[in-house]
Each structure stands twice: as structure tokens, then as C-alpha cells.
Nanobody, 121 residues
């Protein structure tokens, strides 16, 4: 499976962006997808996850109430709506998918190439 992110860019503090992650490939049964971010000089951190079955979501405390993760299974696409963005939200945002390879039955994680979000103060 391949993951391709889009939607990053430059936005002023308080503004909004919507990131998209399109998944392609038919050999991978996705269980959970998520967004992670990595700011310059910092470790990659979890932003939000969404489970394929039931659609339950999980958010980092720093984004609760401002970010919304969603998924369109018909389009194999995941979204991250980011509102009230803050300068500390400047980072590379990565899409992640975890699931089972249908041929090997092994659990795998796949990452996208990332999309840059810059929030100016």
C-alpha cells in the first residue's frame, strides 16, 4: 500500500488547513490510520488516530478540540481538519497506516512522505 499526503502549506496563526491522505494498494487490510508530526529538532509525535472498524478516534491533548480526524472508506482517504492553528503546530505531518498484509498475514506499518505545515505568528 502507498500513502500520499496533501494539503499542507503556510497559514497564519488562528487559521485552518485540511490535510488528506490517500491510500492505494489492494494487498493490505488497514486496521488503523493516523497522523503524526515532527517539528524541527524534535521527535515525531502522535496527532490523532482513527480505527477502520467502528471509527473510534484518539487525539493528542495538544490538539483536542481543534483538530478532527476522519476517513472516507469509499475513497480510501483520511483527513485531518486543523482549526485554530498555532505556531507550535509547524511541522512535517505524516500519514500512517497499520494493518495486515493479506498474503503474508503479517502486521505492517506504512508511512507517507509527509506534508509540511507552517504556521506563522
Amino acid at each position: 500500500v502507498q500513502l500520499v499526503e496533501s494539503g499542507g502549506g503556510l497559514v497564519q496563526a488562528g487559521g485552518s488547513l485540511r490535510l488528506s491522505c490517500a491510500a492505494s494498494g489492494s494487498t493490505f487490510s488497514i486496521n488503523v490510520m493516523g497522523w503524526y508530526r515532527q517539528a524541527p529538532g524534535k521527535q515525531r509525535e502522535l496527532v490523532a488516530t482513527i480505527r477502520n472498524s467502528g471509527g473510534s478516534t484518539n487525539y493528542a491533548d495538544s490538539v483536542k478540540g481543534r483538530f478532527t480526524i476522519s476517513r472516507d472508506n469509499a475513497k480510501n482517504t483520511m483527513y485531518l481538519q486543523m482549526n485554530s492553528l498555532k505556531p507550535e503546530g509547524t511541522a512535517m505531518y505524516y500519514c500512517n497506516a497499520g494493518g495486515i498484509n493479506i498474503h503474508s498475514s503479517k502486521y505492517l506499518e506504512v508511512w507517507g512522505q509527509g506534508t509540511l505545515v507552517t504556521v506563522s505568528s
